[in-house]
């Protein structure tokens, strides 16, 4: 148990102190809870001011202990989890750090609570063969001499380099995403679907500065613990880029339970119609609107009756591109094309098929070459339990970077798995940025495919064949790292990431790599942890990265 309250764990300025010091941290895996389980626990561990006696026989005057969210299992002294195997939780938990914590099911959290005591972690002990470590970790216990020490000192890994200490602390009231851990579903999850309607709308209408003002707003109340109640308002009206303007339809929501101009938008015509169009490949917001405007198209069907007699020109490279592209002779995704795939490429994609779509592709690339490594990014490391597509990171311990090497690899893999049937089409290959509005933000120079899966016949898992949407990204060893930090997301964790290496470190920051601006030295970091210190930011879990809707 940490002796003292940190800053780093998710606590309110405006709790008032605790008279005894200690402090509980948790952590809460997301995987295998319902997005309302994950809601119902975070708003459990964040009544700090519940005070929880140590043992159950303590009297009222016993030493008091508050619980804090923790943004990382590093830092955590109990780790809840639904996860009952060793495999799985590894997954997400390195097996070495789990065994130096307690490791308790979700109903620990609800009994301690509604008990008002740290119950004894080993009667809810997540994994058998954990269940001893979970035993003598647990906060509970009296001969408990691990004095704690912050969260940041906990950071240096028994087999990892000693890290520094990062120069900024990690907590809501930050400035930057980056610094922000926000969970996958917050406490105002209702407020930040209401706010993503607005968003949305203005990024279909291209009025990109206020939709970006949107996000903002909208990656801070991710970010908030608490749930928003009226006496909250005067502290979220300090919190950053909370203007009067967003403030009031924040409180517009408080008072009525929904925003006024979110149902007006949600019941339009012309979001509706936008939404639509824009779903399909190839289509983005500016297009939508000609279609919309120009056209006067309102539906699929009036889209599918356009394109049958105006299929748009094909892309063209120009010749810089042209000679970095990966070349195979799978078929570019026409919008038609996308069309006729929408259903398929709407559907989400559960956590268990991206397993199989990474074993799959994983295979055929140990048949052309050994000894690759790979990571599956996005969405699906952030803990989602769908996603709209797969992002994988692949490298190889031998390539080297500014060769043909790694673009070699990605060329062949993606022929390969086009003359195997998996891949049917492609939107783009790489390097460079493609001329592809859905997409502008990835200013990286790694060489990526972004394709169309299909998963074999015999795969077994899904009642039909379903084409997925997968990403593949290939990067040198030396940007490993910094690839799966930069395609782990979300957009805004991102965007805050560059901005921060840039405004506060006078660095350059993208998914190719980290340079100093100053003398061009280049950074090659081994490990993500090491992307955040190079950066001087605490670390955040991948499933603490949420800053989006
Ligand atoms: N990304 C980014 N800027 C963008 C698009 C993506 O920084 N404009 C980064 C962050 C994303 C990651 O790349 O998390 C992967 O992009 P996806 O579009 O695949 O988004 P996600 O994986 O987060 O969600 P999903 O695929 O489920 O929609
Ligand atoms: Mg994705």
Known sequence: MSSNSSSECLSSPSDTPIPTSDVVKLYLVQAKLTAQDISELFSLAEKHNLRVSKSLNAGPNHDSTKLQLCPSSEDADIIITNVRMRKRLERHIDWNLAKEKAIVTPEWLRDSVQQRAILPCGDYAALRELKQNTVQNCPDSDDDTDGGGSCVSSLAQPDSEKLSEPTTKAHYTNRYACLRPCPLVCPNQGLVKQF???????????????????????????????????????????????????????????????????????????????????????????????????????????????????????????????????????????????????????????????????????????????????????????????????????????????SDQVKGLGEALVNRLYERGFITHVMHLSGFHPPDALRTSHWDTLEKALTVFILPPDAGSPRRRIHRRLDLIFAAPEAYWTAITGWTGSKMFERDLRLWAKVECSMKFDSSGITRRRDSKRYFPRSEQEVFEILGLEWIDPTLRNADS
């Open 196 to 402: 993503g309607i607005i968003r949305r709308s203005r990024e279909l209408e291209g009025k990109d500065t206020s939709a970006l003002s949107y996000e903002r707003t909208i990656s801070v109340i991710k970010a908030y613990p608490h749930t928003l109640t009226a006496s909250r308002l005067a502290e979220v009206s300090k919190l950053p880029g909370i203007g009067e303007k967003m403030l009031s339809k924040i409180s517009e929501y408080v008072n009525y339970g929904k925003i006024r101009e979110s149902q007006t938008i949600a019941a339009s015509a012309r979001f509706n119609s936008l939404s639509e169009f824009t779903t399909i490949y190839g289509i983005g917001a500016a297009t939508a609107r000609k279609l919309f405007d120009t056209f006067g198209l309102r539906t699929i069907a009036d889209l599918e009756e356009h394109y049958a007699r105006h299929e748009p020109p094909p892309q063209r490279f120009s010749d810089e591109e042209q000679a970095r592209r990966i070349t195979t002779p799978a078929p570019l995704l026409s919008i038609r094309a996308g069309l006729a795939l929408r259903e398929d490429l709407n559907e989400k994609i559960p956590r268990a098929e991206v397993d199989l779509m990474h074993d799959i592709v994983m295979g055929e690339l140990e048949k052309l070459r050994q000894g690759c490594m790979s990571t599956i990014v996005g969405g699906y490391r952030r803990g989602k339990a769908e996603s709209n597509d797969v992002d994988i990171v692949i490298t190889h311990p031998t390539l080297t970077s500014g």
